[in-house]
């Protein structure tokens, strides 16, 4: 049973960058029917896609985001990765990594997601 | 601001029937991008509820139904139940600014 579990600090500091990784564990990553995304949720807010990877390091991010966040692949470590630069407390939120249910970044949902880490911003 | 509007709240007793709206526009549910629907139970992560407009993963309970008209969509929940007391979002793709998948403002289902 494919599980995924997002690591990383639970505290950045303003303006530094953020960086968390998601395991996929009990399946892999290198499939070529999937994507893998992050998906973030500020307090008591709603969610917001951050952007997606291909097992490949092809890429989609949200627009708004875009210029600030890079996403990489590790199929080594079975491992993908988000940064987010000059972050602010408005970047305050419950990080989600998850599992496109195909290939397609437009078309698919996300059916698989890992239990979230709050990542807060503060000094 | 999400592009796609969902009421914040809905509520039923047990055993009632509840929808959820999910409004779009021409950029994304109007374009024919697919909309999926999550149920978020408290401190837990979204479980995908419905996919492609109107599919149920495997082991979701067919008292959860999904439709898609114009640029719209509806989720409904059929014989309520206490333990489907949760927040609901929608999901699509938005092809407007340089292209993004899109969530909804989410709605709060509470049963009475």
């Known amino acids: 049973q494919l599980q995924l579990q997002e690591s990383g600090p639970g505290l950045v500091k303003p303006s530094e960058t953020l960086s968390l990784t998601c395991t996929v564990s009990g399946g892999s990553i290198s499939s070529n029917s999937y994507y893998w995304g992050w998906v973030r949720q500020p307090p008591g807010k709603g969610l917001e896609w951050i952007g997606s990877?291909?097992?490949?390091?092809?890429?989609y991010y949200n627009p708004s985001l875009k210029s600030r966040v890079t996403i990489s692949v590790d199929t080594s470590k079975k491992q993908f990765s988000l940064k987010l630069s000059s972050v602010t407390a408005a970047d305050t939120a419950v990080y989600y990594c998850a599992r496109h249910q195909g290939p397609t970044v437009t078309l698919d949902a996300f059916d698989i997601w890992g239990q979230g880490t709050m990542v807060t911003v503060s000094s | 601001q999400s592009v796609l509007t969902q009421p914040p709240s809905v509520s039923g007793a047990p055993g009632q029937r509840v929808t959820i709206s999910c409004t779009g526009s021409s950029s994304n549910i109007g374009a024919g991008y697919d909309v999926h629907w999550y149920q978020q139970l408290p401190g837990t992560a979204p479980k995908l509820l419905i996919y492609g407009n109107s599919n149920r993963p495997s082991g979701v309970p067919d008292r959860f139904s999904g439709s898609k008209s114009g640029t719209s969509a509806s989720l409904a929940i059929t014989g309520l139940q206490a333990e489907d007391e949760a927040d609901y979002y929608c999901q699509s793709y938005d092809s407007s600014l340089g292209g993004s998948s899109v969530f909804g403002t989410g709605t709060k289902v509470t049963v009475l």
């Open positions: 990877i291909y097992y490949s390091g092809s890429t």
